[in-house]
């Protein structure tokens, strides 16, 4: 129920930040209403925001959401895939493979994927996944790959394909570990997909079919994010014009009615793997 509570409040916090921008005090009282708060001291429990991901900035002593005011061009979109031994962290349930790219105007700029150690794997997942226990006797424990994955995730916009069970997973797992929660805002490209794709169905192995997205190892995360990137990047070709901000992209794709934009999307080339220029 903690949970669920501190999820409403954010949720109204955000929406407050999507009107205008908030004076720092304000901001602060604002906090001070959250009865499920971590510190008692406010300006701490303002800096805990901001490293579980929330996007905001302090402008002329004002509280600003930056996905108010960043163009989609310029958002930094941090495409993310697991794979998991199980449904539920609270049942012991774990990550055994976290793979993510980062995706800002047209280009898939950085990556990470790891393998992750688990004790069990059930035989349906390793049929699902074909990842075998054998395979993750050498891998990262996971606390490790989450605290890797933190920072390379930072406050950029956190998308998946289906993201209810990622995002929840990921938050739920960094709370286990000591590791805060997720406040990234977020983004589906399942309903993004519905509002700006024609297909009969919208899982993740049917768009790669339509869309002609040649990437292997279907149920694998890096592939699976890889993959999700090009959907994103075929939606983001649709939307109407009045979509500008990322908060605009987030409403879009919450609330804009579906519809059908003629996509010939079988005469265009098969879509090979990007690779990241190095840092």
């Not at 949970?3 to 004076?23: A, G, H, Q």
């Not at 990262?140 to 209810?164: R, Y």
């Not at 938050?171 to 993004?192: A, H, V």
């Amino acid at each position: 129920m903690k949970s669920n509570i501190n999820r409403n409040f954010m949720s109204r916090l955000v929406e407050k930040l999507k009107i205008e921008p908030m004076e720092y005090e304000q901001f602060l009282e604002e906090l001070s209403k959250n009865k499920n708060r971590i510190f008692n001291d406010l300006e701490l429990e303002f800096e805990l925001l901001i490293s579980n991901g929330f996007p905001i900035d302090i402008e002329d002593n004002k509280i600003v959401l930056k996905t108010t005011r960043n163009l989609i061009s310029e958002e930094i979109f941090c495409i993310v895939d697991i794979e998991t031994n199980g449904g539920h962290v609270n049942k012991g349930h774990q990550i055994i493979e976290l793979g993510a790219v980062k995706y800002k105007n047209g280009e898939i700029i950085d990556k990470y994927e790891s393998l992750v150690y688990a004790k069990d794997i059930p035989k349906y997942i390793q049929e699902v996944t074909n990842i075998t226990p054998s395979m993750l006797e050498n891998a990262p424990v996971i606390s490790t790959v989450l605290e890797e994955f933190k920072l390379f995730l930072e406050d950029d916009v956190f998308v998946a394909h289906d993201i209810k069970f990622d995002y929840n997973f990921i938050s739920n797992s960094f709370e286990k570990y000591d590791l805060g929660r997720l406040e990234n805002r977020k983004l589906c490209t399942i309903d993004l997909a519905r509002r700006t794709i024609k297909a009969q169905r919208y899982g993740l192995s049917f768009l790669k079919e339509l869309l002609n997205i040649n990437i292997d190892n279907h149920h694998r995360a890096y592939s699976d994010a890889l993959s999700t990137s090009y959907i994103l990047e075929e939606s983001l070709k649709h939307l109407s014009s009045d979509v500008k901000t990322t908060e605009d992209l987030i409403h879009f794709s919450k609330h804009a009615q579906p519809v059908m934009p003629k996509l010939d999307v079988n005469s265009g080339k098969k879509k090979e793997e990007k690779v990241p220029e190095e840092k």
